[in-house]
T-cell receptor
């Protein structure tokens, strides 16, 4: 069974601080996605990383895919209250005719003004 | 971006009744849709994969006779929770796969409360 471990599970910081969320697995994934989910809503895709070692930037968010495609990190610079939410990583592994997403348990981020 | 809608956004029903949840891809065709369940403060758990024109594939431990899935067109999949019980109360989220790629677009979810 493929598992994705996310850490930390909870994170409460002040506005302006930097933070990093980690997503680790012992399995190799074809690609990895990061989502942000707000209470009562569905997840919204932030980014997909495909190549080992790939780094993608989305404004103040930096996503990195590990060289071995087993892990990923999300770094937020100068966090703002609007960044508050549940961040989920999801591994993609095509097996058979279609791909399924394997979700981590999520990191609940709270940014206080 | 791709838009996926769900209806209803929330529903309260009595124990023993059935509830149907719709998932629509509004601006693209989706041959594959997925149904997830999310308990409070937990991550998404895949329940089943819905393929247009064929039977759904259920994950281990998910009762196919209790959670009926119908993917009748390329833009609509429905999940019917039959004979609902309080333990079925949860947040149900669908997603649609756009084209043959791996990106899924999620609906806003449906909050089901069974009393």
């Amino acid at each position: 069974t493929q598992l994705l471990e996310q850490s930390p599970q909870f994170l409460s910081i002040q506005e302006g601080e930097n933070l990093t969320v980690y997503c680790n697995s012992s399995s190799v994934f074809s690609s990895l996605q990061w989502y942000r989910q707000e209470p009562g809503e569905g997840p919204v895709l932030l980014v997909t990383v495909v190549t080992g070692g790939e780094v993608k930037k989305l404004k103040r968010l930096t996503f990195q895919f590990g060289d071995a495609r087993k892990d990923s990190s999300l770094h937020i610079t100068a966090a703002q209250p609007g960044d508050t939410g549940l961040y989920l990583c999801a591994g993609v592994n095509y097996g058979g005719s279609q791909g399924n997403l394997i979700f981590g348990k999520g990191t609940k981020l709270s940014v206080k003004p | 971006g791709a838009v996926v809608s769900q209806h209803p956004s929330w529903v309260i029903c009595k124990s023993g009744t059935s509830v149907k949840i719709e998932c629509r891809s509004l601006d693209f065709q989706a041959t594959t849709m997925f149904w997830y369940r999310q308990f409070p403060k937990q991550s998404l758990m895949l329940m089943a994969t819905s393929n247009e024109g064929s039977k759904a594939t259920y994950e281990q431990g998910v009762e196919k006779d209790k959670f009926l899935i119908n993917h009748a067109s390329l833009t609509l999949s429905t999940l019917t929770v039959t004979s609902a019980h309080p333990e079925d109360s949860s947040f149900y989220i669908c997603s649609a796969e756009r084209g043959a790629g791996y990106e899924q677009y999620f609906g806003p979810g449906t909050r089901l409360t069974v009393t």
